[in-house]
């Protein structure tokens, strides 16, 4: 192992995309954690990966920042400021910058060095220089059978040592979620006793959302030739997907979409017979809870399937 990397025990891990991004990296966190006793974990995440830090009990600590080299909203130019000056005062012994291919580590990897963070580790395709410590040169490329998403991350930490021989995806629900998703669940008309088959139309992007008056008919075929009930999750602002699928509709379905939270929705997801769903986080939390998935896939970003789970990956080229 990297003899400066073994005496690292207080890490920061940048994961500043989404929810099932964060979801994706928990492997390689768990090599990070699990590497020496007394090791702590802090998330610098987007508001949207830091929610499910919670959830992790991997990640220590949680700092929230909506980086403008990131898609998604941005703060003021003074924040990176007030952040570069958090992080300083923390005094982190390494930071691992974890990215898709198609993102730059460059402005992470700054920010970290400005920070006073002494190790940094992180892929980049340009060389680096001085803003990395630890260079992994990234050669992937968004193309069909490349390198899983989670194996990425992996090969990241092991270029320094760090390994794990459990490479299962993390997400643990908190106490009393799923009682009271199950009382949520009654209250819509629903059976606790009856299986369940879970659909959920949205997605961030509009690119990888499958179109939601098929989801109705997938959902109609699912109440037909099955014992199952079928019940659409979604957030507050997919109400409207929700309600075009369920439209096309006539049989009868359930719908908690708006109505949960992230770990009554993981609690929902945990006792589904399946998961019907486009790319999105949803997925990633199917196959941390071991629940088989359906994906329409858009082939949008080819590394992001589910991990060790049963599962089915529909698309087109």
């Known amino acids: 192992m990297n003899p400066a990397w073994a005496q690292a025990r207080n890490i920061l891990v940048v994961r500043l995309d ?92 700054l920010l970290c060095r400005l920070a006073g963070i002494p190790l940094r580790l992180a892929h980049c395709r340009e060389n680096p220089y001085a803003l990395l410590t630890d260079w992994v040169p990234d050669t992937d490329v968004c193309q069909d059978r490349m390198r899983h998403e989670v194996r990425r991350q992996l090969d990241l930490v092991s270029a320094v040592g ?44 509009a690119s990888r959302r499958y179109p939601p008056e098929r989801f109705g008919q997938v959902a109609e075929q699912i109440v037909r030739e099955s014992d199952c009930q079928v019940v659409f999750s979604g957030g507050p602002d997919e109400l409207d997907l929700v309600a075009r699928a369920r439209a096309q509709m006539r049989a009868p379905s359930l719908s908690l979409a708006g109505q949960l939270t992230l770990g009554e929705l993981a609690a929902l997801i945990g006792e589904a017979k399946a998961l019907v769903c486009n790319n999105s986080g949803p997925a990633h939390m199917a196959a941390a809870l071991g629940t088989p998935v359906v994906v329409l896939y858009a082939l949008t970003n080819p590394q992001h399937t589910p991990w060790q789970v049963e599962a089915r990956v529909l698309n087109h080229e």
């Not at 995440?45 to 830091?50: I, K, L, V």
């Not at 929230?64 to 982190?92: M, Y």
């Open 18 to 109: 989404n929810l099932g991004d964060v979801l994706m990296s928990t492997p390689a966190i768990r090599a990070m954690k699990s590497h020496a006793p007394g090791v702590r974990i802090t998330l610098l995440g987007s508001r949207s990966g830091a929610a499910v830090a919670k959830h992790i009990p991997l990640i220590d600590e949680t700092v929230v920042h909506d980086a403008p080299w990131v898609k998604g909203p941005a703060g003021d130019e003074a924040a990176e400021h007030r952040l570069i000056a958090e992080l300083r005062s923390r005094a982190f012994d390494a930071a691992v910058i974890f990215t898709v291919c198609t993102q730059s580590a460059l402005p992470a990897a």
């Open 162 to 205: 760090l390994q794990t021989s459990d490479e299962r995806l993390v997400f643990v629900c908190g106490p009393g979620e799923a009682d009271t998703m199950r009382r949520k669940l009654a209250a819509v008309g629903g059976d606790p006793a009856r299986p369940l088959v879970v659909l959920h139309p949205g997605a961030t992007a």
